[in-house]
């Protein structure tokens, strides 16, 4: 028998299914749902008036917009700054780590969760 190893927190669901209709319906089911959570997490955070990239922002502004929006993650809304850190990658780095909710797991792991909701920032 083959193991895998699993990050802390993460559930892996192993099921089969009796087609391969069955399981490409369900794929596409689990595709829809996970895009309606992503447009609807982006719906509420730019109704929050969530800090969005433009053209002329200068990289330690941007740097500043970022880190303060983790160390208030959850302000206005559950995951606000982590949207809000997603909104400012690169196309190439949402390409790998996207849709939100993959990158909002990522974020929760142990490796990048002590910049979630933080006591304090300290400017450099």
């Known amino acids: 028998m083959q193991t895998q190893h699993v990050p802390e ?22 595709a829809v749902m996970s895009l309606s959570l992503q447009a609807a997490i982006t719906e509420m955070s730019e109704a ?6 433009i053209s002329d922002q200068q990289p330690e502004g941007v740097v500043r917009i970022v880190v303060e929006a983790l160390a208030h ?15 400012f990658a690169s196309p190439a780095n949402k390409v790998n780590t996207g849709p939100l909710f993959k990158f909002t797991q990522m ?3 142990p490796a990048y969760g ?3 909701n933080m006591s304090s920032v300290k400017s450099c």
Do not use: C, N, Q, Y
Request: hydrophobic share 55%; charged share 15%; no cysteine.
């Open 114 to 116: 002590t910049m979630s």
């Open 9 to 30: 927190g993460v559930t892996i669901f192993i099921i089969r299914f009796a087609s391969p209709l069955t399981a490409f319906v369900v794929t596409i089911l689990a």
């Open 107 to 109: 974020v929760r792991a």
């Open 73 to 87: 993650d959850d302000k206005p809304h559950v995951d606000a700054g982590i949207a809000t850190t997603f909104a």
């Open 48 to 53: 929050a008036g969530l800090p969005r990239p």
